[in-house]
């Protein structure tokens, strides 16, 4: 189904886009297609997705879909929703900011796995991957529209790697599903976007206990950018030199090297040297 042009819809509702909150509607159903597409739905999959706004991309998934669970903060295109997608009996919407909204609480009735597939607000999206994959209740497959900086920053190589980087391959694996010019919004942002698909994997790298004292070390091996691993170390934890020198001898890793060069595996062995992390 065709939906009328952004700029129509907002017509006819008596609505603009907020820049606030970061609303630039998608256009582009080539775009669109390559994000179902990655998705790869079923009758059987549960679908969550963030900031629907005018419904474009909901309208598919509840075609494709068993169940979708849409978040909006906008009130009044949450309403929209409700109106227009009415006859949709798998679909439920929800106003809120799912910043605020423990996934185990909006999940509660959907048992079992569930993807993850949304145009994310720019503003919204390092914030949002964290909260998915440091649920408890994390997705098996997330395929989101972000800003194309962001999805060069999550594909990085070692020598590259920046700290959400790190943040999302503990947790899955990310790849490049397509680059979206900014001519394929209404209205167009300033900056180009593309679609990055993540499998997340049945266990994180790192033991779910340990999860938050590895992401304290992380944070302090990134404290200080371009800086010697052995020097945002002993910065950010409060610890001695000679102390980091030998975790970091016990690891392997030459202590003038920089946080953005170590690789996944090399991340796991410095927490193995240096947990417990102190608070």
Known sequence: MVTPHPSRRLKELDLVARKGLGQHFLTDYGALG????????????????????LGV???????????????ELDDSLANS????????????????????IPLESLLADLPGSYKVVANLPYYLTSAALRHFLESTRRPSLLVVMVQREVARSLMAAPGDLSLLGLSVRVFGSPRLVCR???????????VESAVVRIDVYDRPVVPEEELVGFFRMARAAFSAARKQIQNSLAQGLGWEKVEVLGRLGTAGIDPVRRAETLDIPEWVRLWEACKPCPP
Do not use: H, M, W
């Not at 994000?35 to 629907?52: C, K, N, R, T, Y």
């Not at 991309?57 to 978040?71: D, F, K, S, Y």
């Not at 979206?180 to 300033?190: L, R, T």
């Open 34 to 53: 390559k994000i179902l597409q990655a998705a790869q739905l079923s009758p059987e999959d549960i679908v969550v997705e963030v900031g629907p706004g």
């Open 57 to 71: 991309l909901t309208t598919a998934l509840v075609a494709q879909a068993g169940r979708v669970v849409a978040v």
């Open 81 to 100: 929703l409700r109106d227009e997608l009415s006859s949709a009996c798998n679909l439920t919407i929800i106003q809120g900011d799912i910043l605020k």
């Open 180 to 190: 979206v010019p900014a001519g394929a919004f209404y209205p167009p942002p300033k």
